[in-house]
């Protein structure tokens, strides 16, 4: 693990520093496992940037995570960390949306990964993280609920009843998604 930590020392939060070191892992696909596992180990101090970085990898190469799904959504409860949760709400958003699309279904989540996501999905719009990771929420929950009949209406509640709460950019996406639930 040592080659792809001394990388994460020097990640920065810049979209370029992100960018590199992504590319470096799409270069070398066998850095890849040793980034799952430390987007999953809360304690190792580069676990939010390797979080980041995943999220950039995810837009190339998404079908990498195919063999990593019971880990990856297993595991999405033990993330805590604000800078960890928003880049993993994303790949969710990704992947959910891979799941379902009929053409390019590059991903195929077990009937446990999907709820494994819903449940975080649920956890992280419920409780007090930053706006970004409860956008990103709403939009999932949206997808999955086109396929699970009881999310929309779960879903609706939460918003109506946090709306009055939350910033411009959430009433935004709430909006957005509250229409196409209507």
């Known amino acids: 693990m040592a080659e792809l930590q001394k990388k994460l020392d020097y990640v920065y939060p810049c979209r370029e520093s992100r960018l590199e070191v992504a590319h470096e892992i799409l270069e070398n696909p066998s850095l890849y496992n040793e980034l799952i596992l430390i987007c999953f180990s809360p304690q190792d101090k580069n676990n939010h940037k390797a979080c980041w970085i995943l999220e950039f990898v995810s837009y190339e190469e998404l079908c990498w ?48 990964n999907l709820q ?48 009055g709460d939350h910033s411009a950019a959430y009433k935004a996406v709430a909006k957005e998604v509250l229409k196409k639930i209507k």
């Open 65 to 112: 995570l195919q063999p990593h799904l019971d880990f990856f959504c297993s595991n999405l409860k033990i993330l805590k960390d604000e800078s960890s949760l928003r880049p993993i709400a994303k790949v969710i958003q990704l992947l959910v949306k891979s799941h379902y699309k009929k053409e390019e279904n590059c991903v195929t989540l077990s009937e446990q």
């Open 116 to 163: 494994d996501c819903i449940e975080a999905s649920f956890d992280w719009l419920i409780n007090d993280v930053k706006v970004a990771t409860k956008a990103y929420s709403i939009r999932t929950l949206y997808i999955l609920g086109n396929h699970y009949d009881w999310i929309h209406p779960e879903l609706k509640v939460i918003i109506d009843k946090d709306f």
